[in-house]
């Protein structure tokens, strides 16, 4: 599965009898038991279906190509919510799949309020201390970072670390995505030391139990990365971000972020190899150009910088 910031922990799947029925409480009404249907009704099949759409939907994301994946990502919303209203538990996982793609395509505030639904039914269907629920609170963090938030976005992510960290121990790698989202929190508030802390357990947490190449280790290399940039050490940065850029190429990531690693491996070398860096520019805005649901706001941004470096090297000529 493509690595994003958002994180996925579905719930296996759920047989009719083992669906709320009489006396289930829902949006604070009763809901009333239909009459049981056979093993292979019109409802399983149509059930069964929508699970399959919404492998096409993941399927369609992970190439960029996001309308198709809403699209696809609604239609099993509709059968679910056509046979089962709102009881089957896997409507937790459409809101957040839709979430990201609003999120990915700049629709922050739209991401934010299909999290919140997510978020809703976790706490309708979950334990407040249930790994589901930190997984909604992780996600709620990552769209309000992105909103600008910070604020909330720090006491999501924290919420959510505590309740991982009493389930699952350190030495997990839904520990170690959350850690990096608090690492980008503290670097955005300037707090450089705490966010090197949250980045460096949450690289050695990915080095221990995924490996040396995996998506999540390149997060943490990035966040490092930026925090060094920042502090004016621009030789650890570059050896971060050329380890970082190796990693994504070699794994399934949104074309965003590998772009976004050349773009910053190409200002910590900007000033000692510049022919290097600009090439690295303009492999950035070929590969994100390539992305079937672009930005057209990161487009125009990448191709102002690759105009820019294209006047500097005339101009050092």
Known sequence: MMYTDFEYQPTRAFRRDELPGLGAVMDGEIAEESASAPPDSQADRDLAFADSLDAQGRAEASRGRFRAARAFHE??????????????????????????LSYREGLVEEARWLLAQAHRIAG???QPDDLQFAVTLHNLAVVARRAGDHVEATRLGEQALALKVERLGWEHASVARTLCTLG?????????RVALCYFDRARTIYEKTEGGVNAGLATAL???????????????????LERALQIREAVPVPPAQSAGVRVLLSQALDDDDRTAAHELVHAALHEYERHESARPELLEHLRGL?????????AAN
């Open 306 to 314: 690759a105009r820019d470096h294209e006047s500097r090297r005339k």
């Open 75 to 100: 239609q099993a919303m509709e059968l679910r919510r056509t046979h089962l209203g709102e009881a089957d538990p896997r409507l937790l996982w459409s809101f957040t799949w839709l979430g990201e």
């Open 184 to 192: 980008n929190l503290a670097r955005l508030a300037r707090r450089r």
């Open 222 to 240: 990035v966040g490092m990365a930026r925090v060094h940039t920042s502090m004016g050490s621009k030789v650890s940065a570059r050896f971060l």
């Open 124 to 126: 309708k269907r979950f």
